[in-house]
């Protein structure tokens, strides 16, 4: 039995039938009764928060990182434009940017 279903049994004390019980014993257990289930709401949800605050981080990481990789893709895609619109041809499978350049540079048109 987990810890918070084992909580939630101790919660529940046998109550005195409402016609033995007087007015004040029920007071007493509606109040203890209203503030046992708040403080369970409570914990419940924060439970939920953690949760969905975890799928939320790991959604925004993905999120960025698929940035970075489009931004790096359109770096690399203008750089190639550039150097095609001086005249440079790049060899198959060399990239612009990052050292190839300069065996680019010596493959003119």
Known sequence: MSAGVREVADMNPEPKPAAEASMGELTTQ???QTSRLVRDEMRLAQ??????AKH???????FSAAGLV????ASRQSA???AH???YRTAPGATVAGGAGERARTQRR
């Open 30 to 32: 509606l109040s203890s």
């Open 47 to 52: 439970q939920e928060f953690v949760e969905s």
């Open 56 to 62: 939320a981080g790991i959604g925004a990481g993905l």
């Open 70 to 73: 489009s931004a790096v893709a």
């Open 80 to 82: 190639g434009r550039h």
């Open 85 to 87: 619109r001086r005249g």
